[in-house]
T-cell receptor, first 115, second 114 residues
Framework: AQKVTQAQTEISVVEKEDVTLDCVYE???????LFWYKQPPSGELVFLIR??????QNEISGRYSWNFQKSTSSFNFTITASQVVDSAVYFC????????????FGSGTRLSIRP | EAQVTQNPRYLITVTGKKLTVTCSQN?????MSWYRQDPGLGLRQIYY???????DKGDVPEGYKVSRKEKRNFPLILESPSPNQTSLYFC?????????????FGPGTRLTVT
C-alpha cells in the first residue's frame, strides 16, 4: 500500500529562522512522483515542486530547498530565513506512474511564522 | 489562462437537500478528480474520471455521485447531504501528454451541512 506521512502536525518558529518539514513515503513501485503543495489561509492549493523517482538531485528555489533521499524514502522541505508569508499548511504527496488516477496526500503540516 | 473552476466557492445547506458542485477545466484534460480535505486527514480522493463516461470510485465515495458527460465538466452531486460531508472540496484535472502528473486544482468549495 502507498502512504505519505507528515509526522509534524504543527510547527511554530520565529521569523528568519530556518525550518524543515519532514515527509516520509511508502511505495513498492519504482516509478513515482513526489510533490509539495502549499495551502495559505485563503485555502487554495499552490503547487511548489514535483520530483520523479529517478531524479535524486536536491533542488533549491530561492529560500526553498528540497532534499529527496530514496534510501530513507524521504522528501523533506526546508525554508531558509522564514517569513510571515510562509505561514500555511504544507502537504507532501505521492503519485504512482502505474496508477494514473490519483495523488496520495499526507495529512499536512501547519507552519506558523511569528514576527 | 489554464484553469479549473468550481462553483459555488462557499455553500451552507441543510441535511437532505440535494446539491451539485460544478467543476470545469479549459485544458482538454482527460483525467479529473474530486478530493475532500478534512483536518488531520489531508486530501482524500472521492471519485475520478479517466475520460467522458468513464468514472470510478476513489477512497471515500460514499454519499457522492459524479458524472462525466462532457470532457470539460465533472460535477459532484450530493443527493442527501449529511453533516459529516461538511468539508473543503477540490476538483483537479490533468492531461496525459507532456503534463503527465501535473495536476491542476480548482480553488476549492467550502461546504457546510447543518
Amino acid at each position: 500500500a502507498q502512504k505519505v506521512t507528515q509526522a509534524q502536525t504543527e510547527i511554530s518558529v520565529v521569523e528568519k529562522e530556518d525550518v524543515t518539514l519532514d515527509c516520509v513515503y511508502e511505495t513498492r513501485d519504482t516509478t513515482y512522483y513526489l510533490f509539495w503543495y502549499k495551502q495559505p489561509p485563503s485555502g487554495e492549493l499552490v503547487f511548489l515542486i514535483r520530483r520523479n523517482s529517478f531524479d535524486e538531485q536536491n533542488e533549491i528555489s530561492g529560500r526553498y530547498s528540497w532534499n529527496f533521499q530514496k534510501s530513507t524514502s524521504s522528501f523533506n522541505f526546508t525554508i531558509t530565513a522564514s517569513q510571515v508569508v510562509d505561514s500555511a499548511v504544507y502537504f507532501c504527496a505521492l503519485a504512482l506512474y502505474s496508477s494514473a488516477s490519483k495523488i496520495i496526500f499526507g495529512s499536512g503540516t501547519r507552519l506558523s511564522i511569528r514576527p | 489562462e489554464a484553469q479549473v473552476t468550481q462553483n459555488p466557492r462557499y455553500l451552507i445547506t441543510v441535511t437532505g437537500k440535494k446539491l451539485t458542485v460544478t467543476c470545469s477545466q479549459n485544458m482538454n484534460h482527460e483525467y479529473m478528480s474530486w478530493y475532500r480535505q478534512d483536518p488531520g486527514l489531508g486530501l482524500r480522493q472521492i471519485y475520478y474520471s479517466m475520460n467522458v463516461e468513464v468514472t470510478d470510485k476513489g477512497d471515500v465515495p460514499e454519499g457522492y455521485k459524479v458524472s462525466r458527460k462532457e470532457k470539460r465538466n465533472f460535477p459532484l452531486i450530493l443527493e442527501s447531504p449529511s453533516p459529516n460531508q461538511t468539508s473543503l472540496y477540490f476538483c483537479a484535472s490533468r492531461g496525459t501528454g507532456g503534463t503527465f502528473y501535473e495536476q491542476y486544482f480548482g480553488p476549492g468549495t467550502r461546504l457546510t451541512v447543518t
